[in-house]
C-alpha cells in the first residue's frame, strides 16, 4: 500500500469521519475497526469478501463492517478512495440496518455513476483537511452524498426501528455480532444502548434464553470457526481475533462448543455444515 492520504473531520458532535485514497498491489486477509465504504476508481484485480470473490476493477463499491474480512489480490495497480464511518456518525436506521444484514453490501456502478461518485471524491481529497464551519458544512454534505447514493444504488433498505423489549434486546445482539472482536462487558453494552444493566440483562435472558456474555462467546465461537475454515490465520491469531484475550479459555469453550480442538476443527475431523 502507498501514496496514502488520510484526512480527518469533526462530524456530528465531535465523532471523527476520516477519508482517504491509496493504491494497493494487493492485501492479505484483514479486518477492521470501523464501517467503510470503499470504491475502486482505477486497477484490476479479485476482492474476496467474507470468503466471496467479486471481480475488483472501476465501479466496484462495498460497505467493509467490523465483522467482514477481506483481501485483495490485484493484477494491476488498484486505486481505492474510502470513507471511515464509526457507527456513531450513521443515522439510526443506517446504522441498524447494517448491524441486521447478513449479506455482503456490494455494487458495481456504471460509467455514468462511477464518474459522479469518483469527482465526490476528488472534491473532498482537494479539499484539505476542514478547518472553518463552512468547509466542514461542506464535507459533511459530499459525505452524506456519497454514502446515500451507494446505499440506494446498492438496493439496502434500512430496517424501521421500534422500541419494544424485543427489539431492543435484538438491537443488542445485532450490536454484539458485530462487535464481539472488542471488550465488551454488560456495563459498555448498557451504556452504548442508554439501558441499565441490570434491566438489560433481565430483558436479554427473557427473550434470548442466555445472558448476555454468553451471547458474546457464542458469536466470538462462531466467528472462530468461519476464521478456521475460510482463512490461514493461526490457531493464536483465530484467538485473538475473535475478541479472546486468554488462548486456554478460547481453547476450552471451543472445545466445548464442537467437541474437539481448533486444529482438528480446521483438518475437517468436524462437519463443516455445523457452522451457523
Not at 486477509?29 to 475488483?56: C, V, W
Not at 461542506?138 to 452524498?145: G, S
Not at 493461526?234 to 480442538?261: E, M, Q
Request: hydrophobic residues 35%; glycine residues 4%.
Amino acid at each position: 500500500m502507498k501514496d496514502i492520504r488520510h484526512i480527518q473531520l469533526y462530524y456530528r458532535q465531535a465523532y471523527k469521519v476520516a477519508f482517504d485514497k491509496y493504491e494497493t498491489n494487493g492485501e492479505e486477509m484483514h479486518l477492521h475497526d470501523m464501517y467503510q465504504i470503499e470504491f475502486i476508481s482505477s486497477g484490476e484485480g479479485t476482492l474476496r469478501l467474507n470468503n466471496k470473490e467479486y471481480p475488483a476493477k472501476r465501479g466496484l463499491m462495498y460497505a467493509v463492517r467490523l465483522r467482514d474480512y477481506h483481501s485483495f489480490e490485484v493484477s494491476n495497480t488498484l486505486t481505492v478512495h474510502r470513507i471511515i464511518l464509526p457507527l456513531k456518525c450513521m443515522p439510526e436506521k443506517m446504522s441498524y440496518g447494517m448491524l441486521k444484514s447478513k449479506t455482503d453490501i456490494i455494487t458495481r456502478l456504471d460509467d455514468e455513476p462511477a464518474r459522479h461518485i469518483e469527482n465526490l471524491f476528488l472534491m473532498l481529497e482537494s479539499r484539505g483537511e476542514a478547518l472553518f464551519k463552512n468547509e466542514i458544512f461542506i464535507q459533511e454534505w459530499l459525505i452524506n452524498i456519497i454514502v446515500t447514493e451507494f446505499f440506494e444504488r446498492a438496493k439496502y433498505k434500512p430496517e424501521d426501528i421500534y422500541v419494544s423489549d424485543e427489539s431492543k434486546v435484538e438491537k443488542v445482539m445485532l450490536y454484539i455480532e458485530d462487535n464481539f472482536r472488542k471488550k465488551l462487558t454488560i456495563a459498555d453494552v448498557a451504556e452504548e444502548f442508554k439501558m441499565n444493566p441490570n434491566y438489560l440483562n433481565r430483558i436479554f435472558k427473557e427473550h434470548k434464553g442466555m445472558t448476555l456474555y454468553a451471547a458474546v462467546k457464542n458469536a466470538r465461537l462462531e466467528y472462530s470457526k468461519k476464521l478456521l475454515l475460510d482463512t490461514n490465520l493461526s490457531i493464536a491469531d483465530v484467538c485473538k481475533t475473535c475478541g479472546y484475550s486468554d488462548s486456554a479459555n478460547f481453547l476450552r469453550d471451543f472445545k466445548k462448543l464442537t467437541g474437539v480442538s481448533p486444529l482438528k476443527f480446521r483438518k475437517g475431523e468436524v462437519n463443516a455444515n455445523s457452522i451457523t
